[in-house]
């Protein structure tokens, strides 16, 4: 139900926001206690502000209410995706080459499962994180279908 939801809520917003010139990061349709909650990331390449979440929210909700595409009652949240957002997307990662990364993957590489580092190299097929173990610097190598999950993240 939530994978429809998502995918739904993915096609009917992608227009609205290519009009702001603004970007689809992600969609959510989960429930947190007894209440579900349709959350949409949005950002851009200036960011976004409570303005921008606005727009896209009112938008969004006039064309959900149009077409009714969800049962049950939920709440509607558009906000950014926070510094810390998700790479989902090979272009995510391309644009992301230089900037410290967290990334898992399905089954180890070199023992290891998770990463986190400088992301040096992305070419579609596989990404080069540099990680700092010590005091020296490690290259890791990893088969872009072997990553579960990539984030930015921040390195104190």
């Given at each position: 139900m939530s994978k429809k939801v998502t995918e739904l809520t993915s096609e009917?917003?992608?227009p609205i926001l290519d009009d702001?010139?603004?970007?689809?990061?992600?969609v959510e349709f989960k429930k947190e206690g007894p209440?579900?909650?349709?959350r949409i990331f949005i950002d851009s390449d200036k960011g976004v502000d409570l303005e921008d979440c606005g727009q896209v929210s009112e938008k969004v909700s006039e064309k959900l209410d149009e077409l009714d595409p969800i049962p049950q009652a939920y709440f509607l949240e558009v906000s950014?995706?926070?510094a810390e957002r998700p790479l989902k997307k090979e272009k995510?990662?391309?644009?992301?080459?230089?900037k410290n990364v967290y990334v898992s993957t399905y089954e180890p590489i070199e023992g290891e499962?998770?990463?986190e580092g400088k992301l040096i190299h992305f070419?579609?097929?596989?990404?080069?994180?540099?990680v700092k173990v010590k005091t020296r610097k490690k290259v890791y190598t990893i088969?872009?279908?072997?990553?579960?999950?990539?984030?930015l993240a921040i390195i104190f």
């Open positions: 009917l917003v992608t702001l010139n603004l970007e689809l990061v992600d209440n579900w909650f349709l950014s995706p926070g995510d990662l391309t644009k992301s080459i230089g499962k998770a990463f070419d579609g097929e596989s990404l080069e994180i540099e088969p872009y279908n072997k990553v579960a999950n990539a984030r």
